[in-house]
């Protein structure tokens, strides 16, 4: 069987797709004065035609009714690509692609202060409570999962997979100068910075064929040389055939497996990654038993332009390893640099959380995000079923809008048990419990964190979006000046969410030109 997938696998990345032109547009922008964008969408710019740029579809998750579905469950994991690909949009003044939205992903992207997890667990979760912003009817449920900081035990054997198709030569918008390759070889270098003698790193490319152009080599001082003078050397060349890219990262990875360690293909792409298109159950299967095997993939994209965001998304998610993408060299740091460890050490392995409900005091609720993650209660409950990680000294945040009964209802009574199961890494299967009462507190990270959430609803067009909007986003970021200055991303987001706004083209619109505004509910 491994030997069918492996060809199987082989064939599939043989097809060549070039800038997409068998897709032509795949994320075209729908037609101007259509839906609830009105006039907004008359000429508004959208990515190019020509250009291979696809994302999975999103249908939102709407209100559930406590007394016929009184629980919640979902994978949890902690990619950030959707946020980067959102700000690369805003700042080419280009009109957001809904698709391109996924909630959970931007209000991940930030780090928050929440408390530490009790000793002998690697998951922390704690519960805050507020009136909803964008529906002062409604309440808003944050919770807050923060993971420990892992004590790295064992060394490190990474195998980069660097696509150097003609693609990669292009120019990284707002860098001048500066071709996505560069920016790959930007990130890859600060890697390296902070690796140590014991870890060893090898390197893989495809464009025509696939190469390896660096054995595994130790990061001493002199290794160290040597793995950047093979960095230095790639140069962008050629069409995108894959072939049998992943399966020499993985041979590779095997070859220098370290024992006890951490073991990992990171593959760095602009997203003209075209493989398992037309059967990606079994590119599934593949990445999934490489997974079982303890090698994990990362998948880091760059550049905005045949974008396959939906394969890479697809390869993380089967791959126990994380997605994210590199759009200027400070989103580089923060992925090799600032959270390193993060992203690049699991300490929650098939993460999954639980929440649910007391009808006495909720008649309904609403998962923000995590669309394409929610899972079943059966699945919740099987320990072995496949689900997201979470890595070392991290925070994920999900966001619940909750239509409350009157206030006469037993104030005595939890309002909802939260439960967040995964494995440690000794392979022990954990769980946390925490009853919320709605008397928690807000705090200023979950006031920021709600500013996100309802930036992301109005981008991403919500059904659910009631009174959202940029204008009250920008009034709320500013009322928490001193706790945005000591965060440059947070500081970054209020830039962003203003030239969103000033852009104009999230003014929604009736058709007749009357304001738009959808009630949640």
Not at 427 to 435: A, H, I, Q, Y
């Amino acid at each position: 069987m491994k030997k069918y997938l492996v060809s199987l696998f082989g064939c599939l990345m043989a097809v060549v797709f070039f800038c997409g032109c068998a897709y032509g547009s795949l994320n075209a922008a729908p037609d101007a004065g259509e839906g609830v964008w009105g006039g907004a969408m008359e000429g508004a710019p959208w990515i190019s035609d020509g250009e291979n740029y696809q994302y999975d579809s999103i249908i939102e998750q709407g209100f559930y009714d406590v007394q016929t579905t009184p629980s919640s469950y979902f994978s949890l994991d902690r990619n950030t690509a959707g946020y980067s690909f959102v700000r690369a949009q805003i700042r080419q003044n280009v009109f957001v692609s809904p698709d391109s939205v996924r909630l959970e992903e931007l209000v991940n992207y930030f780090d928050y202060d929440y408390p530490l997890p009790q000793e002998g667990e690697a998951v922390g979760v704690s519960a805050y409570f507020s009136e909803c912003p964008w529906n002062t009817d409604h309440a808003l449920m944050t919770i807050g999962i923060r993971t420990e900081e892992a004590v790295v035990g064992g060394d490190t054997n990474y195998v980069l997979l660097i696509d150097v198709s003609g693609s990669m030569g292009g120019s990284v918008y707002g860098s001048e100068g500066m071709s996505r390759l560069d920016l790959v070889k930007y990130g890859a270098n600060k890697l390296i910075d902070g690796l140590g003698e014991n870890d060893r790193v090898s390197i893989v490319t495809y464009a025509s064929g696939v190469k390896t152009v660096l054995e595994s080599t130790a990061a001493t001082q002199s290794g160290k040389t040597a793995i950047r003078n093979a960095l230095s050397r790639l140069t962008a060349y050629g069409s995108t055939s894959g072939s049998d890219g992943l399966g020499l990262a993985y041979e590779q990875a095997e070859a220098h497996k370290a024992e006890n360690g951490n073991n990992r293909v990171i593959l760095l792409t602009d997203g003209d990654f075209n493989v398992g298109i037309y059967d990606t159950d079994e590119l599934t299967e593949f990445i999934q038993e490489k997974a079982r095997s303890g090698i994990a993939l990362s998948v880091v994209g760059v550049g905005l332009g045949n974008t396959r965001d939906d394969l890479m998304q697809t390869l993380a998610l089967n791959g126990n390893g994380n997605y994210s993408y590199m759009d200027t060299q400070l989103e580089s740091e923060k992925i090799f640099t600032e959270e390193l460890a993060g992203t690049l050490y699991t300490v929650a392995y098939d993460a999954k959380a639980g929440v649910t409900f007391n009808g006495e005091r909720v008649s309904s609720y609403r998962l923000l995000g995590y669309d394409m993650k929610t899972i079943s209660e059966d699945d919740f409950d099987n320990p072995n079923k496949d689900t997201g990680e979470i890595g070392s000294n991290l925070c994920v945040t999900a966001l619940y809008e909750l239509e409350l009964l009157p206030s006469n209802a037993d104030t005595e009574t939890a309002l909802a048990q939260v439960s967040v199961r995964y494995r440690d890494a000794e392979d022990l299967n954990r769980e946390v419990v925490l009853t919320v009462t709605g008397e928690e507190s807000s705090a200023e990270d979950t006031q920021f964190a709600a500013c996100v959430a309802e930036f992301a609803l109005v981008l991403r067009q919500s059904s659910y979006r009631g009174d959202a909007s940029l204008e009250n986003v920008l009034a709320r970021l500013n009322g928490l000046e001193s706790y945005l200055a000591e965060d440059v991303y947070k500081q970054e987001f209020l830039q962003i969410v203003a030239l969103a706004e000033q852009s104009g083209l999230y003014d929604i619109t009736d058709e007749e030109g009357e304001e738009f505004n959808v009630s949640a509910g």
